[in-house]
């Protein structure tokens, strides 16, 4: 089964505390972290992440591209991030592909969950991005911490006190 996270981008923006902060002062800092979060997230994850926000508060009006390998998406002109949001779900949908949708817009969550697609509130999204940013964290120490190679197949508790003792730390 394929996984594919559709991210309403100012819905979770205005949602997240430290986001909806930043947005006061910087719209554009706001969104670029926002997509370099969900940069993270798609990555740690596996899930294929497409985040959509309307096109009223950019230049550029229908542009789509990729960053940090992340799919971004301005809608046109006249078109909402819901409807844009709306019409992806029927397009991506399929018996091997399950869609989510990340908003906390309880119309938007209604109208995407009769079609098929799961939802996902701001809420639990930030609560899976700060896993994810955990589990980060935790496999960048442990690539950092070196291994300790020996011909003898030890436990890890005794190739420590090994360790110790060949640095002389009793």
Known sequence: MKDILLV???????????????????LNL???????????????TGIRVMLVFDAHMVPGV????????????????NETADERIEKLVKELKNVVTRIYVATSDFTEQSVIFGSGALRKSARELQIEMETAEKGIKKDVENRRKPAISTRISLSKEMAEIFEKWRRGDS
Do not use: S
């Open 8 to 26: 309403d981008g100012y819905n979770i923006i205005g949602a997240w505390p430290e986001l909806r902060i930043l947005k006061n002062k910087d």
């Open 62 to 77: 229908g542009k789509k591209y990729k960053n940090h390998r992340v799919q971004v998406i301005y809608t046109r002109e």
């Open 30 to 44: 706001a969104r670029d972290q926002l997509i370099e979060k969900m940069a993270e997230y798609q990555a740690f």
